[in-house]
Every structure is written in C-alpha cells, then in structure tokens.
T-cell receptor, first 116, second 115 residues
C-alpha cells in the first residue's frame, strides 16, 4: 500500500456525462499528479498540482480539469465523456519540494472508468 | 515535445537469465529517468531511477545505465525470477524547478519470465 487513496475504484457512465475522480495523497506529500492509462495510448501524464496550485500540464484535454484543495486532496473532473475516455486513471503523490529534480512518485490504486 | 521510445515491447526469458530493456529520449534537457514496474491489475511502482549526472546505478539484481550523449538509458535485470514478470515502463522527466516540468513515459515492455 502506497498510502495514496483513490475513489471510486470503478466507474461506469454514459457518453456526454461528467464524472469526478478523487485522490488523497500520502500524508505530508504536497504534489499530486494525474495519469491516464489506456491500451492504445499507454501511460500519459495529465497534470500536476503542488500545494494547491497547478504546476505542470501534460496531455490533458480541455474537457478535463483538476484542482487541489487546501487539505491537499485532488479531484479530476472529466466532462462531455467520450468512448475513448475509457481508461484507468491513476493519481500519484510526491513530497514535491520545489526545484528538487528527483521526486519519487507513489501511485494510487487507480480508478477504472468505462464510458458506454 | 519529448519523445521516449522503449524496446522491446515484449520480452520473454528463462528464469535465471538476464533481461535488458532500452529507452531512448529526444530532449537533451531531460534530467531524471525513473523505471516503473506494473504487475497485472496493479499500480505502477518505482523500482529504480537515475539522474542525468550519474552513469549507472545498481540495486541488488536491478541496474540502470544512462548514456547522455546517445540519449538512451537501459534497465538490466539479472538472475530473473518469475515474480519479475510484469510490464516495465521507462520515463524521461525534465524538472528544472517551478513550472518547468515535463514527464513522458515509454510504451512499456511486457516481460515474461518462464520457470
């Protein structure tokens, strides 16, 4: 167990809908990262938050957004869902010291999203 | 943007043999290279990493080598065991502080260790 928790574990929804995925980082970690893992695209970095602020963006679609709250938990919002959004969504956390090159990331168990 | 190529996509070895997985990256600003192991249905787990100012790093049966000039890095697993069977991902990270952070994963290598 990495100490990172994600809810829900599974989510089934329909095209056009909106869902929210939740992540609680390890105690003391300030950075949260979101990833999408699908069979055709592999593991893709979506976005990173550090201490409540967006720090870096990867291949995140405009239909997706995220935020990190004062208690450091994070939510990933996926809207206008398409079939191709079906994937495993991981969050990870790290201590997130600014400027530190080597930040070990600890992954959560993931949320499996199925869009029908 | 950064491009990370990982080879081979599948690798099958006999127990006790060595396994080598290679990754190449395109952006010379990349300064951190972690390797992750993902067992079926589980989360990725960091197994070893290397910074750009280091050429090689070992941790028991696992080692990583980095050739900055050629822009490639490799994972070496010796004396493979069936429990090493998993998908291995390499990653290339540019992290120079502030908002300058980019992370790119390879496509993964499915390693099968046959007893």
């Amino acid at each position: 167990d990495s100490g990172v928790t994600q809810t829900p574990k599974h989510l089934i929804t329909a095209t056009g809908q909106r869902v929210t995925l939740r992540c609680s980082p390890r105690s003391g970690d300030l950075s949260v990262y979101w990833y999408q893992q699908s069979l055709d695209q592999g593991l893709q970095f979506l976005i990173q938050y550090y201490n409540g602020e967006e720090r870096a963006k990867g291949n995140i679609l405009e239909r997706f957004s995220a935020q990190q709250f004062p208690d450091l938990h994070s939510e990933l919002n996926l809207s206008s869902l398409e079939l191709g959004d079906s994937a495993l969504y991981f969050c990870a956390s790290s201590v997130g010291l600014a400027g530190r090159i080597q930040e070990t990331q600890y992954f959560g168990p993931g949320t499996r999203l199925l869009v029908l | 943007g950064e491009n990370v190529e990982q080879h081979p996509s599948t690798l099958s070895v006999q127990e006790g043999d060595s396994a080598v997985i290679k990754c190449t990256y395109s952006d010379s600003a990349s300064n951190y290279f972690p390797w992750y192991k993902q067992e079926l249905g589980k989360r990725p787990q960091l197994i070893i990493d290397i910074r750009s100012n280091v050429g090689e790093k070992k941790d028991q049966r696992i080692a990583v080598t980095l050739n900055k000039t050629a822009k490639h890095f490799s994972l070496h697993i010796t004396e493979t065991q069936p429990e090493d069977s998993a998908v291995y991902f390499c990653a290339s990270i540019i992290n120079s502080g502030g908002s300058n952070y980019k992370l790119t994963f390879g496509k993964g290598t499915l390693l099968t260790v046959n007893p």
